[in-house]
């Protein structure tokens, strides 16, 4: 075990809105951080390489792209028997994943291409997959990443009376089975957000608890147009040639499929044993480390396979993607050695598990922890 908290938990209170949120202050910059961009940055001008519009990328945006548009026209005009239906679901929910981990991902952080408007089209294609490009924004690209395993900061931690996925988040009876029934949520989750968060957020003038504007004037239009594309591909179109429950059960296994997937590759970066979950001080308001190292510290990678790398965005390389969010995933395994090494020389933890499989068990592990004792991680 990587580290222990006092017996004693103290649960702190969650900023409300983002002005409180933007107080918290990360230790000042050591050399370290301008040792790794100096490095980084030698790496693309003597190698020549591109940090973004990456030809690679714009092969893999053809073959996902296409790969979904074939899918989705097999499944709703060309299939015949029901083993083929739900083939093709599952097939569609994996791709929805491929398009949001690659296209969504990079074009959300503008790590796509150097053309704002390149980087927009590929961050709208959440939208098309029936999630808000708008709330993600916030949620992912500033919540999460600067504020990453911050409890009451970093969103992604939270699962309402669900889970207990830090050691500052309360723990309730039922939490002591959270480890088994947790994945069956992280499917049931994508289908919540799609027809529900969205909208709720968009109501209440809030991202989860937080006070957050909603959408305003094209924001809006893309917001209620990315539903309305969304549920006509999703319902309007089927229900033409197929009875409800066919159409009820694809969507299900489609969505189902793409929530558990999504969140099998995006916790194992941060919601495993060996990632640590800092609080800021309670008198300072001060995190104790500087942002790079914290980053760092609160993230760990994965060994993929060489596919399992390409479809998954280079998510397993969720150090260098925290250290460099607007530089394209195709470069991470390049830069990679010369993160590990820069930490090596400064003493900062770097941490690669072994396989996917080696992840979702940390995951499994640290979740068993959190809902068995409230006081220890
Ligand atoms: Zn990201």
Redesign the pocket.
């Known amino acids: 075990m990587t580290q222990t908290v006092k017996q004693t938990v103290s649960y702190p209170s969650y900023p409300s809105n983002i002005e409180s949120i933007k107080k918290l202050k990360f230790a000042e910059n050591t050399e370290f951080r301008a040792t790794l961009n100096r490095r980084v940055d030698d790496f693309f001008q003597t190698t020549g390489r591109q940090k973004r519009d990456c030809p690679q990328m714009y092969l893999k945006t053809a073959i996902l792209v296409l790969g979904f548009i074939a899918i989705y026209v097999s499944l709703v005009f060309l299939v015949q028997e029901w083993w083929q239906a739900l083939s093709l679901s599952i097939l569609l929910g994996l791709f929805m994943d491929g398009i949001g981990f690659n296209l969504q991902?990079d074009g959300?952080?503008n790590a796509y291409s150097n053309l704002s408007w390149v980087n927009k089209l590929m961050a709208m294609s959440m939208d098309l997959i029936g999630l808000s490009s708008y709330y993600w924004k916030m949620g992912?690209?500033v919540l999460?990443?600067k504020y990453v395993n911050l409890t009451g900061y970093d969103q992604d931690f939270e699962f309402g009376i669900f889970a207990r996925k830090t050691p500052f988040q309360k723990r309730l009876p039922h939490h002591r089975w959270q480890h088994y029934y947790i994945w069956l949520l992280y499917g049931v989750y994508a289908i919540e957000w799609s027809l529900i968060r969205d909208i709720n957020n968009l109501l209440s003038n809030k991202i989860d608890y937080l006070d957050y504007p909603r959408p305003k004037g094209m924001d809006l239009v893309i917001f209620w147009l990315g539903k309305l594309i969304f549920l006509t591909f999703a319902f309007g179109i089927p229900l033409i040639f197929h009875s409800v429950w066919n159409v009820l059960l694809c969507y299900g296994v489609a969505i189902f499929n793409m929530g558990f997937f999504m969140n099998c590759i995006f916790l194992l970066a941060h919601e495993v044993e060996e990632a640590k979950f800092p609080m800021p001080s309670e008198d300072t308001g001060m995190v104790e480390n500087e942002w790079a190292i914290h980053q760092i510290e609160t993230s760990v990678n994965c060994s993929f396979n060489p596919f399992l790398n390409w479809f998954c965005g280079g998510l397993n390389f969720q150090i260098e993607?925290?250290l460099f969010?607007n530089i394209c995933h195709i470069n991470y395994a390049y830069i990679a050695p010369i993160v590990e090494k820069t930490c090596q020389e400064f003493g900062v933890k770097y941490q690669t598990n072994k396989s996917l499989f080696a992840s979702l068990s940390s995951h499994f592990r640290l979740l068993r922890r959190l809902g068995k004792s409230s006081s220890t991680l």
Do not use: C, L
């Open positions: 991902h959300s952080h992912h690209t999460h990443h993607h925290h969010p």
